[in-house]
């Protein structure tokens, strides 16, 4: 007989350490960091090769129409909702080997574990690979329901449409709608992932129990002044756009620094015309702004519309912020929290709680699914980063946890 609780049943740490690096190698940087940005040749690259991976594991695959791949284990009982985990494989323009990528590839794993074994769970499993979750997080916003229907709002920084960037991987812009998902579908989705930052490192622990994940605004914000001669023209008649920028920058990191969990980034800007003899006529920058607190993340943005107001007016320069992403905090589900610890103890793994500070797939899904997210330690607490860096035992000890919350939510959501 088959039994359902497998504390015994482990993932292959070596297999799953080679896959991380096979992996890294597509898009691999010279300094062993990753550019695989989303839609570009190596993420439709990547991609393939995950897909191959799945279907070798067992798995059924299929793409949905915003691109998310979507492996498939089956289950022993037919037409109940799946347990669902899963990640992203695109990076930031010179990022780590394991964000997102772990995560996948840990679920990958997993299935690879039962299929081996001859141990399906009862629920179908899937592993998901969400797209461009760097940027828009189109993927898990079309799978919640909740994708801008203005295809410009998706337009990529070098001008390239989301129909374009869509159609590269298999996806369909015009169905997008058809990607949504609901919990008749998906009964829970758990995401595994690196902390991203110094806690459990600091700490010593080991696993990861995520409380929630914070909200996340991004916006561009395009100042425009007034080109002209850098020598000729009188500092009295300027209309310096990266004067008005700069200002601008420094605002939104004093607004930063007040009392406060918050954070707040300017990390892109591009000076037009850019030339060291002409005064600068118009800047495009970003701004990424994150708080636990949707009515905290309000107050601050008024503040800040208000003295971007002022510096417009002493800069006689116009200033705009449009929308990029907006983000609301996801608290995770108790019992699935109740789950991790469970299996923490069961594995004699040391654990903490911790909210998450970084953006993820998971907070989309907990829209209209039982969420609930494990970390395992970043070294240095480094991410977005090449030297980003998980040591394989945490990696293997975050995957089995994966596992055995799988099994636990197996028999939590009655067939
Ligand atoms: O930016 C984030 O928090 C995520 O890594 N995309
Ligand atoms: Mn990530
Ligand atoms: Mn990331």
Redesign the pocket.
């Known amino acids: 007989m088959i039994t359902r609780y497998c504390p015994t049943l482990s993932i292959n740490r070596d297999r799953l350490a080679q896959s991380i690096v096979q992996l890294a190698a597509i898009g691999a940087l010279p300094n062993g960091g990753v550019r695989r940005i989303a839609y570009n040749s190596k993420d439709v690259q990547a991609r393939r090769l995950v897909q191959d991976w799945m279907q070798a594991a067992g798995m059924s695959v299929r793409l949905d129409a915003a691109g998310n791949i979507i492996g498939r284990y089956p289950g022993r009982v037919a037409d109940v909702p799946a347990l669902a985990t899963g990640?992203?494989i695109d990076t930031v323009p010179m990022g780590g080997r394991y964000?997102?990528a772990f995560g996948v590839l840990a679920g990958l794993e997993v299935v690879r574990t039962l299929h081996e074994n001859r141990s399906p769970l009862d629920h179908p499993i899937e592993v998901i690979v969400f797209t461009d979750?760097e940027g828009s997080m189109i993927g898990s916003k079309a799978m919640a329901g909740h994708v801008n229907p203005d295809p410009d709002y998706y337009r990529r920084p070098d001008g390239t449409s989301i129909q374009a960037c869509l159609d590269r991987i298999g996806g369909n812009w015009d169905a997008i709608e058809q990607a949504r998902r609901t919990s008749q579908d998906i009964a829970a989705f758990v995401e595994l992932?690196v902390e991203q930052g110094p806690i459990l490192e600091s700490m010593g622990k080991a696993i990861g129990v995520v409380e929630g994940i914070v909200g996340q605004r991004r916006f561009n914000i395009t100042i425009e002044g007034r080109a002209n001669h850098a020598g000729t023209t009188p500092m009295s008649m300027r209309q310096d756009a990266l004067v008005a920028a700069s200002q601008t920058v420094l605002a939104i990191n004093r607004l930063a620094l007040t009392p406060g969990q918050q954070v707040a980034t300017v990390g892109q800007m591009q000076v037009t015309p850019n030339a060291a003899n002409v005064v600068p006529g118009k800047v495009e920058m970003s701004l990424d702004i994150r708080d636990m607190s949707n009515l905290h993340l309000d107050r601050l943005l008024e503040q800040l519309r208000m003295r971007i107001e002022a510096i417009a007016f002493e800069t006689q320069c116009t200033i705009q912020m449009s929308p990029r992403l907006h983000n609301e905090p996801a608290p995770a589900k108790l019992h699935i929290q109740q789950a991790i610890v469970q299996v923490c103890q069961e594995l004699s793994l040391s654990y903490t709680h911790l909210p998450s500070r970084?953006s993820?797939d998971a907070q989309e899904m907990a829209r209209f699914t039982d969420m609930g997210m494990i970390f395992v330690p970043s070294q240095e607490g480094l991410s977005h980063a090449e030297a980003e860096y998980t040591s394989p035992e945490h990696c293997t000890q975050g995957a089995d946890t994966l596992l055995q919350t799988l099994l636990k939510l197996d028999r939590h959501y009655a067939c």
């Open positions: 990640s992203h964000d997102g979750e992932h970084a993820h």
